[in-house]
């Protein structure tokens, strides 16, 4: 998969390990930045991931923050993804099987690193199940028109 990575300065603790995670599953990795413990902005940085897959440039997004919480409500905002705050494995892998998450999002202000290279690494291990999860994501989708 292709995955574009982005956080700001309070997710940059996490960014590294968790790209060398994705690349040592052999996921294809871009940081889309923030590079220094500078104070950024988030929401330009979700923007920048949820309009990358949107434009098909990324199959999927993990972005970082302190909480998880500012990224997906930005993310979600901004393109036609689902992007979803996680800390627990289980909710990741719910997010994957059930819901069809493209974009993970957590906060190093919440979670650890060991604690986030499991959250991602039950991410990687789901799969859609589709069925009728299928009919639930496109309602979603469409939930303007619901
Ligand atoms: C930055 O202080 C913090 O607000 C941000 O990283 C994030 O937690 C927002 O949701």
Same mark, same amino acid.
């Given at each position: 998969m292709r995955y574009v990575v982005a956080c700001d300065h309070?997710?940059?603790?996490?960014? #590294?390990?968790?790209?060398?995670?994705l690349e040592a599953q052999d996921h294809r990795v871009e940081d889309l930045g923030t590079m220094t413990e500078e104070s950024v902005d988030y929401p330009l940085f979700a923007v920048k991931v949820a309009r990358a897959i949107e434009a098909g440039t990324a199959d999927m997004g993990l972005l970082l923050c #302190?909480?998880?919480?500012?990224? +997906?409500?930005?993310?979600? /905002? +901004?393109?036609?993804?689902r992007a979803v705050t996680v800390s627990d494995c289980f909710s990741a892998r719910m997010a994957r099987e059930h819901n069809d998450a493209n974009i993970l999002c957590m906060g190093a202000r919440v979670v650890g690193p060991g604690v986030a290279v499991d959250i991602l690494r039950s991410w990687? +291990?789901?799969?859609?199940? #589709?069925? /009728?999860h299928t009919r639930r994501v496109q309602m979603i989708m469409e939930a303007e028109s619901l």
């Open positions: 309070a997710g940059l603790p996490l960014k #590294g390990i968790l790209m060398e995670e #302190g909480t998880g919480i500012g990224m +997906a409500l930005a993310a979600n /905002r +901004a393109a036609p993804v990687l +291990a789901a799969e859609f199940q #589709g069925g /009728r």
